[in-house]
């Protein structure tokens, strides 16, 4: 799914291996003026996982699917409140093109890997983050 803003496009993304039945939401973010009609997670410059804390539902990046019909409406009923927190506070991190550009240079590993952030010095980090500074000068 898809949410175009005024200078982001974010992205949600429910992703089931075909060797499974749970499944992972990805969220992420890229520039509105540089993004395809319909980016999917990997091609944005921001990109993370919601990570449940109960591992009763939880199993390592995936949610598990519950077998019976009730178990999994109680699943979905449960997570949906911690899962709508983290897409409002993940892409309230990306309101501005300036805001995008702080988060790498002011992040924490543990934020980088939440936000999909290249390691600092590599290739991609320094054309992800001249990609955003010439867009923060232009009017969007």
Avoid at 8 to 33: G, Q, W
Avoid at 68 to 96: D, Q
Avoid at 112 to 126: D, F, H, M, T, V
């Amino acid at each position: 799914m898809w949410r175009w803003r005024e200078v982001f496009v974010d992205v949600l993304h429910f992703y089931m291996p075909s060797n499974t039945t749970d499944f992972a939401i990805e969220l992420a973010c890229h520039p509105r003026k540089l993004a395809s009609p319909h980016p999917l997670p990997w091609d944005c410059i921001f990109r993370g996982r919601i990570y449940y804390p109960d591992k009763d539902l939880w199993s390592g990046t995936f949610f598990k699917t519950q077998s019976m019909i009730e178990t999994e409406r109680e699943m979905l009923i449960k997570i949906t409140p911690f899962v709508h927190e983290n897409f409002l506070e993940w892409w309230s991190m990306f309101s501005t093109i300036e805001k995008a550009i702080e988060l790498p240079a002011n992040s924490s590993e543990a934020e980088q890997e939440k936000y999909g952030i290249r390691p600092k010095g590599s290739l991609a980090y320094n054309r992800n983050l001249k990609l955003l500074q010439s867009l923060s000068d232009v009017n969007l």
